[in-house]
């Protein structure tokens, strides 16, 4: 996919198809790119959320395809998904003093490349390994049931379930939407909103 579909309306659907976290990573590097002299970090979050519309004025056209593009996240959370690709050397700080983000070769190559970009942030992802689900094929079924549901409501995925939460529903003997209520992660809410769904999957109802 090219890097324009990342800023228009076909947004959604890429991160439905890819990792969420590699979505995000690769706009963020898009946005970087544009800024051929460097970027402040607080500056990328603000444009990334929509918060600086002058800079938008001011900027190159492609820099409008990310504008207000990222506004699910909050400003701690972008910095977070910034400082994982600074620390996957995609990313670099020029001056110290007065430092601003640029691209670095590996970081141009990545944005070239349809390789997942392993964005190493501390959430959504889970602190610990994510377990292996004894049963791959429900599991896919499941992921594809709760992305369907992301899109229909316009979330990205891990705001229905995370994958982690996805992986105990397959490893526990669930029969029940109350025996739901153990899995981490799936509170009342989403057991009321998206239980039955997943019941209907892994019971093959």
Request: hydrophobic share 40%.
């Amino acid at each position: 996919m090219s890097l324009k579909a990342i800023g228009d309306e076909e947004l959604l659907d890429y991160v439905i198809e890819k990792d969420f976290e590699d979505t995000v990573s690769r706009i963020i590097l898009a946005a970087v790119d544009v800024h051929t002299d460097g970027v402040g970090r607080v500056k990328v979050s603000k444009i990334l959320r929509g918060k600086d519309p002058g800079s938008v004025i001011r900027s190159i056209s492609e820099m409008r395809d990310h504008f207000g593009r990222l506004r699910i996240l909050n400003g701690d959370q972008i910095l977070d998904f910034i400082e994982s690709l600074v620390r996957l050397s995609l990313l670099d700080i020029e001056d110290p003093d007065f430092p601003r983000l640029v691209l670095t070769k590996k970081g141009n190559r990545a944005l070239k490349s349809n390789r997942s970009i392993p964005a190493m942030i501390p959430w959504p992802l889970p602190s610990k390994d994510i377990p292996v689900p004894v049963d791959i094929e429900i599991y896919d079924d499941l992921r594809a049931e709760r992305n369907r549901l992301a899109k229909e409501e316009g979330l990205p995925p891990y705001c229905v379930a995370s994958n982690l939460s996805l992986v105990e529903m397959v490893n526990r003997e669930i029969s029940s939407v109350d025996d739901m209520n153990d899995v981490p992660g799936i509170g009342p809410g989403r057991i009321g909103k998206y239980g039955e769904h997943f019941l209907k999957v892994l019971c093959k109802v």
